[in-house]
Nanobody
Framework: VQLQASGGGLVQTGGSLRLSCAAS????????MGWFRQAPGKEREFVAV????????NYADSVKGRFTISRDNSKNTVYLQMNSLKPEDTAVYYC?????????????????WGQGTLVTVSS
């Protein structure tokens, strides 16, 4: 499956952004979808994941209550709504896909990755 992330940009502290990740090439609803981020000099870290039908979601503690992951299987797209952004949210955000659910918070679990979109939160 091919993944194309978009929606990043520059936003002030407290602002909002919505990231999108469009999928093509395979049956989108067969894949659990995750969002990860990587800040300069840091390892890639888990942000959120959503199950195949969208009924199950999980979040990193650092974004819980501020970020919402959702998906529209009719549009082959997964979203990450980010509210109350903080400077520490600054990173390149990646979407990822895998058909399994085990170890969803580990980057090496995912078979397919998008190219990343940069989110910069100014203080």
């Amino acid at each position: 499956v091919q993944l194309q992330a978009s929606g990043g940009g520059l936003v002030q502290t407290g602002g909002s952004l919505r990231l999108s990740c469009a999928a093509s090439g395979r049956t989108f609803s067969n894949y659990a979808m995750g969002w990860f981020r990587q800040a300069p000099g840091k390892e890639r870290e888990f942000v959120a994941v959503i199950g195949w039908s969208g009924g199950v979601t999980n979040y990193a503690d650092s974004v819980k209550g501020r970020f919402t992951i959702s998906r529209d299987n009719s549009k082959n797209t997964v979203y990450l709504q980010m509210n109350s952004l903080k400077p520490e949210d600054t990173a390149v955000y990646y979407c990822a896909a895998d058909q399994t659910w085990n170890r969803y918070a580990q980057a090496q679990h995912y078979r397919y990755w998008g190219q990343g979109t940069l989110v910069t939160v100014s203080s």
